[in-house]
């Protein structure tokens, strides 16, 4: 069978590396609502491959890929004073699992990063699901 790739958009491609989901990270925090952002300003995202093996174990997943993103530290709610030697809250998206999420689904990659983003990030205002969805919608008509 003699067929040619007439796309030529996937031939040289490789799978989105860290740095590109960093930067759709990047991209989606930048058309959520200002007042949003601001205060969320003190939250680090960073981009892992898989969750390490003490948040594997403590969440008791049955595969690395059974977690797309999460949340670590206290959210706004809880935090009445910063404790000493109290890290930064952060937000952790997961390359891999995010990307075998896309594998299987109808969604662009950077409607999926954008998502959990606004999920995690809702984890740190302790929002609804239903405040979550509407700050996504936003997001979403901004972009």
């Given at each position: 069978?003699?067929?040619?790739?007439?796309?030529?958009?996937?031939?040289d491609?490789?799978?989105?590396?860290?740095?590109?989901?960093?930067?759709?990270?990047?991209?989606?925090?930048?058309h959520?609502?200002?007042?949003?952002?601001?205060?969320?300003?003190?939250?680090?995202?960073?981009?892992?491959?898989?969750?390490?093996?003490?948040?594997?174990?403590?969440?008791?997943?049955?595969?690395?890929?059974?977690?797309?993103?999460?949340?670590?530290?206290?959210?706004?709610?809880?935090?009445?004073?910063?404790?000493?030697?109290?890290?930064?809250?952060?937000?952790?998206?997961?390359?891999?699992?995010?990307?075998?999420?896309?594998?299987?689904?109808?969604?662009?990659?950077?409607d999926?990063?954008?998502?959990?983003?606004?999920?995690?990030?809702?984890?740190?205002?302790?929002?609804?699901?239903?405040?979550?969805?509407?700050?996504?919608?936003?997001?979403?008509?901004?972009?």
């Amino acid at each position: 069978m003699d067929r040619v790739d007439e796309t030529g958009e996937w031939r040289d491609q490789f799978s989105p590396s860290i740095g590109v989901l960093e930067s759709l990270a990047i991209e989606a925090y930048s058309h959520l609502p200002e007042e949003f952002r601001r205060l969320a300003s003190d939250l680090v995202i960073e981009i892992a491959e898989f969750p390490d093996d003490e948040i594997f174990e403590d969440m008791a997943l049955e595969t690395p890929f059974d977690l797309l993103g999460l949340f670590e530290g206290r959210g706004l709610g809880e935090r009445f004073s910063m404790e000493t030697g109290e890290m930064p809250n952060r937000i952790m998206l997961y390359r891999r699992p995010i990307l075998d999420y896309w594998a299987e689904n109808n969604e662009t990659l950077g409607d999926i990063v954008t998502h959990v983003l606004i999920h995690e990030i809702g984890h740190h205002f302790g929002l609804s699901d239903d405040a979550m969805q509407a700050i996504e919608d936003s997001a979403e008509a901004a972009s």
